[in-house]
Nanobody, 118 residues
């Protein structure tokens, strides 16, 4: 059974920092995961890509978070991280971990709330 367990998130003042992590289990060997990513969904808005990272370490960021957020991963631990700095109220959303395997199966975490107060 595949499971993505997220941790981190919470409430922070504007300008502050938070760190998210997501660990995958039940997916298979350490080479089974290709792409890992974070998405977010704010109330009344569509889910959007925040950042993604390939198994080789190539990254992609939404323009709105470039220079403020950093995605990283530990392949051996099947874990993806998101370091969020200089947070803004508009970063408030539920953040979801997303994992794609080499067989193109896609899995989602349960979501974790990030709230940035002004």
């Amino acid at each position: 059974q595949v499971q993505l367990v997220e941790s981190g998130g919470g409430l922070v003042q504007a300008g502050g920092s938070l760190s998210l992590s997501c660990t995958a289990s039940g997916i298979g060997g350490v080479f089974s995961i290709s792409l890992m990513a974070w998405y977010r969904q704010a109330p009344g808005k569509q889910r959007e890509l925040v950042a993604a990272i390939t198994r080789g370490g190539s990254t992609n960021y939404a323009d709105s978070v470039k220079g403020r957020f950093t995605i990283s991963r530990d392949n051996a631990k099947k874990t993806v991280y998101l370091q969020m700095n200089s947070l803004k109220p508009e970063d408030t959303a539920v953040y979801y971990c997303n994992v794609e395997t080499i067989t193109t199966n896609v899995y989602w975490g349960q979501g974790t709330q990030v709230t940035v107060s002004s």
